[in-house]
């Protein structure tokens, strides 16, 4: 093997590894050695430069850094199902376009006290958020639900303020409100 064949092997071995070829370089050292094989080491020097600038071209810019992307958000490890411990019946109303529990017309109760609780988490406790008092003629209130788990009492008192009907629903969200309520027996 002539000194010009050993030069063009060494120039394809460094592309084939996807190393830089200095292309000036290998032709400086192919004109240096006399030879009839010079020309056409210096044709096969030029093939060999277009390759490795082909695949620059393929290869394209340098992959920018990864980023790691935020983890997908976790589902709750504990979910809290609507739970509804009472001695009435309540149900939530699905014609209402919002969220409204009702409850039938009892008449010993004079004024209904409403509660409305919200906690933080699954494990936190609740917090009273906001009370109201309706007449005894009301069948229904609309509920101020979210994300967080929200509980409601829904007391009927009667004219001596004496508790006659009671409910309680808990652990209802947004998300929850068309899931099946777990119902309790309420002692009183």
């Known amino acids: 093997m002539d000194e010009h064949a050993q030069i063009i092997d060494e120039a394809r071995r460094r592309v084939a590894r996807g190393e830089q070829l200095d292309a000036r370089a290998f032709e400086a050292r192919l004109k240096a050695i006399e030879g009839p094989s010079r020309e056409r080491a210096l044709r096969q020097l030029a093939r060999i430069a277009s390759v490795q600038r082909a695949r620059a071209l393929l290869a394209g ?4 850094p990864e980023v790691p992307s935020a ?3 976790r589902k709750p490890l504990l979910k ?3 739970t509804v411990t009472a001695n009435m019946e309540i149900r939530r109303d699905q014609r209402a376009d919002g969220f409204v529990l009702t409850w039938p017309a009892e008449p010993k109760v004079t004024a209904w006290d409403v509660r409305f ?3 933080a988490d699954a494990r936190a406790d609740y917090v009273v958020r906001e009370e109201r008092t309706l007449p005894g003629e009301a069948t229904a209130v609309e509920l101020p639900l979210g994300d967080s788990p929200f509980r409601v009492h829904v007391l009927g008192r009667d004219r001596g303020g004496r508790l006659v009907r ?8 947004r998300e929850s ?3 099946r309520w777990e119902r309790r027996a309420s002692a009183s």
């Not at 810019?61 to 920018?64: G, R």
């Not at 009671?166 to 969200?173: D, K, N, P």
Request: proline share 29%; aromatic share 4%; glycine share 4%.
């Open 177 to 179: 409100w068309a899931d």
């Open 117 to 119: 609780s919200e906690r």
């Open 61 to 64: 810019p340098p992959p920018a």
């Open 166 to 173: 009671r409910a309680i629903v808990s652990g209802l969200t």
């Open 71 to 73: 983890p997908p958000p």
């Open 80 to 82: 809290t199902r609507p």
